[in-house]
């Protein structure tokens, strides 16, 4: 991100893009890969911890279901955390993030877990789908310039 900074500070727009794009492609590669790390070492990570077999089963599904979004969350959190902050777009940034967590995120996990009570890893997936609705946004945006 320290480049993506360095590169809009001198002006170099084209540098910068070109950076993040690299940036973007290497994150992704990393977190496919991590997250199937995650899926294949689940239960031998989770049996580090003294868990009953309900909890160990909820354990495995939820680190399933993060596993999955991982690749997703990660863009998400590079193209505001990195580049639109390096770039100074802090605004909207926050109204993108407070945004949806409240009128999608929150609201979501108030249906589907008291009025419609799911169990926590369905829960934890619907919310999650926060982020396909962020990454279009994002990508939108980020494409923009």
């Known amino acids: 991100m320290i480049l993506i900074g360095a590169s809009l500070g001198r ?24 997250a ?14 003294s868990l009953s077999a309900i909890g160990r089963g909820y354990a495995q599904k939820l680190m399933i279901v993060r596993a999955v979004y991982l690749p997703v ?6 193209l505001i955390s990195g580049f639109f902050r390096a770039g100074g777009d802090t605004k909207f940034s926050a109204i993108c993030e407070i945004s949806l967590m409240w009128l999608y995120g929150v609201p979501m996990a108030f249906i589907f877990s008291i009025l419609v009570p799911l ?5 934890l997936a619907l919310v ?13 945006r980020f494409v923009s310039g």
């Open 73 to 78: 969350n990660l863009i998400n959190g590079m």
């Open 128 to 140: 999650q789908t926060e982020g396909y609705i962020k990454i279009i946004i994002l990508s939108r």
């Open 119 to 123: 169990p926590v890893h369905f829960v």
């Open 11 to 34: 002006n170099d727009i084209t540098e910068a893009r070109k950076v993040a794009s690299k940036l973007i492609k290497t994150g992704v590669a990393l977190s496919v890969f991590m």
């Open 36 to 49: 199937v790390m995650l899926i294949i070492f689940n239960r031998p990570l989770i049996s580090l911890f």
